[in-house]
């Protein structure tokens, strides 16, 4: 015992998975069946010897797995255990018998990320573009060391230039601020801004311009996030443009502005949002980043969160059998906000299956888009999930740009990744799990207001629509592969 003790202290990241699932084993039945593989190597039949010393294995484990290393989580090029794909793992999360709450929730969350889960963050969500922003500049304007911001838009307008300017005056403090935003999202941005930030001090690249990778041009850097100092964090849907809100832009025109969602969280969850700013930024060009290990943090109250993050050949199937999972594991509700609705087979029926077991699987999807196409590309899947029982809402008050999900009112994901191809295969995409029953409330009543603006779509109207709308819908939806 005391052997094993010294090897969990000296190498924590290399025994981490073996002994969480040692210690799940004696408690949780799910545990015993994802540790099953385990079993088979006779690793777990030599620690049944060892005898009732549990005790020590469990203090050293809270003295080591605190201390994290700075690695991207999942890995490149892991394959998925089978029984934790996206088409097998409801099986599991279903079996859980508290649900969203059950504890072994985030064990199973964790089998599929390779991810920590983060306690002890203070979390704020932002449903307008003005209230997020002004929280954005205030963050920026505190900041003492660093600031790393990464956008697939960034626009050269009133929103822009006013990130612009404040960025400045934090290089100006002696911050350090990098900047990376994606060529294609942001083409409409001339060179003069991206020569005006790296003038005042700012270093800033942009992700696959079209020279000198036109092969790359597929793969894109859709990920919103914001983090400062590496104690605050944003993340979420909004990009930063004028279409989420500017005094200037309101007093010129009255339209509501997109309604979208973004998260805040202060706390060790923002410490791996920037490891994930690293990996594209490093793949952009930009200067190393020095990314030390997240030391013990001592136990405080605050959301607990899953960092959910992914690009082409990293964390796609991740992230779907996460999807997968909580939507399994529901026992009462699953709303859902989605700007983009062009899913695959796989989610309509792990949507389907929900409803069909007597959960409350809502999805709000726009009523209006700046993409026409994938909104009919989504309209292809209604007749199936109408049947199935999901309840099917469109947004009426403005364009939707939200990417949410909250069910039981406590599981809450909010990020970047819409439910199409493209999330799931093409970009690199950023998503928060957050386990906290304030949260869900907040999303909760977010949900409610919004169904408030929105027109419910039913069977019987839905088999009304005119015959050139259903060829338009049909159409749509074998071609989005390409959306």
């Given at each position: 015992m005391k052997h094993l003790a010294q090897i969990v202290t000296q190498h924590p990241f290399h025994v981490d998975c073996i002994v969480d699932r040692v210690i799940c084993l004696r408690e949780n039945p799910l545990s015993a069946c994802l540790g099953a593989r385990l079993n088979s190597t006779g690793f777990l039949r030599h620690l049944a010897q060892i005898g009732a010393k549990w005790s020590t294995i469990d203090s050293t484990m809270k003295r080591t797995r605190r201390r994290l290393l700075p690695t991207l989580r999942p890995r490149a090029g892991r394959t998925l255990p089978p029984e934790l794909r996206a088409s097998n793992v409801g099986r599991l999360a279903s079996g859980l018998k508290g649900g969203l709450r059950d504890p072994e929730l985030e064990v199973l969350l964790r089998k599929i990320d390779e991810g920590p889960i983060?306690?002890?963050?203070?979390?704020?969500?932002?449903?307008e573009g003005d209230e997020a922003f002004e929280s954005k500049r205030r963050a920026i304007e505190?900041?003492?060391s660093e600031v790393l911001l990464e956008s697939y838009i960034l626009r050269d307008d009133t929103t822009g230039r006013d990130f612009l300017e404040v960025l400045a005056a934090g290089v100006r403090r002696g911050v350090t601020v990098r900047v990376l935003a994606d060529a294609f999202g942001s083409l409409s941005t001339g060179t003069a801004y991206w020569r005006?930030?790296?003038?005042?001090?700012?270093?800033?690249?942009?992700?696959?311009?079209?020279?000198?990778?036109?092969?790359?041009?597929?793969?894109?850097?859709?990920?919103?996030?914001?983090?400062?100092?590496?104690?605050?964090?944003?993340?979420?849907?909004?990009?930063l443009g004028e279409e989420y809100g500017s005094v200037r832009r309101r007093r010129r025109k009255k339209a509501r502005t997109w309604r979208d969602t973004d998260v805040r969280i202060e706390g060790p969850a923002a410490w791996e949002?920037?490891?994930?700013?690293?990996?594209?930024?490093?793949?952009?060009?930009?200067?190393?980043?020095?990314?030390g290990p997240l030391e013990p943090q001592s136990a405080a109250p605050g959301a607990r969160i899953l960092v959910l993050d992914s690009r082409p050949g990293r964390g796609h199937r991740e992230s779907a059998s996460v999807l997968s999972a909580v939507v399994a594991a529901a026992r009462e509700s699953v709303w859902i906000t989605n700007a983009y609705f062009a899913p695959r087979r796989l989610a309509v029926e792990v949507l389907g299956s929900a409803a069909q077991h007597g959960v409350d699987v809502r999805l709000l999807l726009p009523g209006k888009?700046?993409?026409?196409?994938?909104?009919?590309?989504?309209?292809?899947?209604?007749?199936?999930?109408?049947?199935?029982g999901v309840r099917i809402f469109e947004y009426q008050s403005a364009n939707l740009h939200a990417k949410s999900l909250v069910a039981d009112g406590f599981a809450t994901i909010v990020g970047s990744s819409n439910l199409d191809f493209r999330s799931f295969h093409f970009n690199a995409e950023s998503n928060v799990v957050v386990l906290d029953e304030s949260v869900g409330k907040v999303m909760v009543d977010a949900f409610k207001r919004d169904i408030a603006d929105s027109i419910e779509i039913t069977?019987?109207?839905?088999?009304?629509?005119?015959?050139?709308?259903?060829?338009?819908?049909?159409?749509?939806?074998?071609?989005y592969p390409i959306l």
């Open positions: 983060h306690g002890g963050n203070r979390v704020e969500l932002f449903f505190n900041a003492e005006e930030m790296k003038g005042r001090g700012i270093e800033v690249h942009l992700f696959h311009p079209f020279l000198p990778y036109p092969w790359f041009q597929p793969f894109r850097d859709h990920r919103k996030i914001l983090v400062i100092d590496r104690r605050i964090a944003f993340t979420g849907g909004m990009n949002m920037a490891i994930v700013f690293s990996e594209a930024w490093m793949r952009a060009g930009g200067s190393e980043l020095e990314l888009s700046d993409l026409p196409v994938v909104r009919h590309a989504g309209h292809g899947y209604f007749d199936d999930l109408l049947r199935r069977a019987a109207e839905w088999n009304e629509r005119t015959l050139i709308h259903q060829l338009g819908d049909g159409i749509a939806r074998r071609l």
